[in-house]
């Protein structure tokens, strides 16, 4: 199994934090946050990893090198400008396996993966997002529908609705073919120009699961996450 992370992001909403360092290098519980989602991967033995990179990239690069330190084998995938998430994942399509996990760099959902890749191999779908039913509330608006079917019926991020009773929770299983819905140049997003056209069509299905995730997007949720990874 292959394993994606999307590690790009600028983190603006940190402020001075990421003034000269990558969100994803953010220090968390005495390591960089992306240590601790590489460390959970090769956990659960999903040793082929792809970083998409951008943002102060060589830090990233400088500090993980091919993975050999995690029992892993890192490749990178860096953006030159901003690409946005669609866009550093279309810009990556060379390294990407036929079937493949994409995890947002940010958040951390301690789940087992194989699963959630094994119900898109096993169905007609070109994707499964994991949504999260908001138990334990994350402090993010629920944003996805899913109908009886199990396939995700409404996926709205600035909106709101009673039939919105998930939030996607930064994990999902693709195929590589989806990058052919994505545009084709410049700047793309996986929210805005993927996911409506999925679920219009009918392929994006919904994996559902009680495990809340934490996110590093807000001082807030940066000294959440710092306590659970610290025990």
């Known amino acids: ?3 994606v992370i999307l590690a790009g992001g ?3 909403r940190l402020g001075e934090l990421t003034r000269s360092i ?5 220090p968390v519980a005495g390591r960089p946050y992306l240590d601790h989602q590489l460390r959970e991967l090769a956990r659960q033995q999903l040793t082929d990893v792809v ?3 951008g943002y102060l990239s060589e830090q990233i690069e400088e500090y993980f090198g091919a993975g050999d330190h995690w029992g892993l084998s890192i490749s990178y995938s860096r953006e030159a400008t901003p690409q946005g998430t669609g866009g550093a994942l279309r810009d990556a399509v060379r390294l990407l396996a036929e079937t493949f996990v994409l995890i947002y760099g940010d958040s951390y959902l301690p789940i087992e993966y194989a699963p959630v890749l094994r119900q898109l191999e096993g169905a007609e779908a070109q994707a499964v997002a994991v949504v999260y039913d908001n138990r334990e509330d994350t402090t993010v608006r629920n944003n996805v529908a899913v109908g009886e ?3 995700v019926s409404r996926y709205a991020k600035d909106a709101a609705g009673d039939d919105l009773r998930y939030v996607e ?6 195929r590589r073919s989806v990058i052919a819905q994505l545009p084709p140049h410049g700047p793309a997003s996986l929210e805005k120009d993927l996911y409506p056209r999925l679920v219009a069509g009918r392929q994006l299905l919904a994996y559902i699961t009680g495990q809340r995730f934490y996110d590093i997007g807000t001082p807030e949720r940066l000294a959440l996450i ?4 610290r025990g």
């Open 1 to 3: 199994m292959q394993a």
């Open 149 to 151: 079917d199990g396939l």
């Open 51 to 53: 970083l998409l990179t």
């Open 226 to 229: 710092e306590q659970v990874l």
């Open 22 to 26: 990558p969100k994803p290098m953010m």
């Open 169 to 174: 929770a930064g994990v999902l299983a693709l």
């Open 10 to 12: 600028l983190g603006t």
